[in-house]
């Protein structure tokens, strides 16, 4: 089993920053790769960033290139995204997820564990 915990998510105005955590606790399972999705209201999930448990390759969604930035510090087993330039419709709940097997890295379908969510509210 792998438990994922997130944290960080909060309220902030257009243009500020937050970082989201994700706590990593496995056992014998080993992870490929870790992604952070987003959902918003009336939304489909939605892919955001993903990284290599090894760290050697890093994936964006093209709206949020160049303002966000996934990142991973294994000694801790946790999983960060740096988002800046927050904008209105970055607003949603944040989940992180850990994928087994590697498969494509924006299906959700293809990760197979879940952390409960996160909420980011941006406000304009």
């Known amino acids: 089993q792998v438990q994922l915990v997130e944290s960080g998510g909060g309220l902030v105005q257009a243009g500020g920053s937050l970082r989201l955590s994700c706590e990593v606790s496995?056992?014998?399972?080993?992870?490929?790769?870790m992604g952070w999705f987003r959902q918003a209201p009336g939304k489909e999930r939605e892919f955001v960033a993903a990284?290599?448990?090894?760290?050697?390759?890093?994936y964006y969604e093209d709206s949020v290139k160049g303002r966000f930035t996934i990142s991973r510090d294994n000694a801790k087993n946790t999983i960060y995204l740096q988002m800046n330039s927050l904008k209105p419709e970055d607003t949603a709940v944040y989940y992180c997820a850990a994928q087994v097997v590697h498969t494509a890295v924006e299906l959700s379908q293809g990760y197979d564990y879940w952390g409960q969510g996160t909420q980011v509210t941006v406000s304009s």
């Open positions: 496995r056992r014998t399972i080993t992870i490929y790769r």
């Open positions: 990284i290599t448990w090894s760290g050697r390759s890093i």
